[in-house]
């Protein structure tokens, strides 16, 4: 049984950073490809980013390039995504997202893999 845990959503200006966690809990996070959405009132859920199991490959949507990046933190069995320069239009509930054996080496949007498991979310909101 694997479950996802997000955290470290919470209240930030514009311009500022939040760092955001998965934890993997019941299997090794390293194993897993691991992707993060997002959701926003009224709108379609999209994805963020997401990275191959094995460091093959790291996605970021154009919305986001250059201000966010993912990152694994193997030994706390967690994947996490550090957001700077926060703006008004980053403000979603935040999914992360676990595919096992998806070991693509280019980047691929996260809407191409399919998802085994799904983490609650946690808020994203950013006031100006």
């Known amino acids: 049984e694997v479950q996802l845990q997000a955290s470290g959503g919470g209240l930030v200006q514009v311009g500022g950073s939040l760092r955001l966690s998965c934890v993997v809990v019941?299997?090794?996070?390293?194993?897993?490809?691991i992707s993060w959405f997002r959701q926003a009132p009224g709108k379609e859920r999209e994805g963020v980013s997401c990275?191959?199991?094995?460091?093959?490959?790291?996605y970021y949507a154009d919305s986001v390039k250059g201000r966010f990046t993912m990152s694994r933190e193997n030994a706390k069995n967690t994947v996490a995504l550090q957001m700077n320069d926060l703006k008004p239009e980053d403000t979603a509930v935040y999914y992360c997202?676990?595919?096992?054996?998806?070991?693509?080496?280019?980047?691929?949007?996260?809407?191409?893999?399919?998802?085994?498991?799904w983490g609650q979310g946690t808020l994203v909101t950013v006031s100006s």
């Open positions: 997202a676990a595919a096992p054996g998806v070991t693509h080496t280019i980047p691929m949007k996260c809407e191409f893999v399919h998802q085994n498991y």
């Open positions: 019941g299997s090794a996070a390293n194993d897993y490809h």
């Open positions: 990275l191959s199991s094995g460091e093959r490959s790291t």
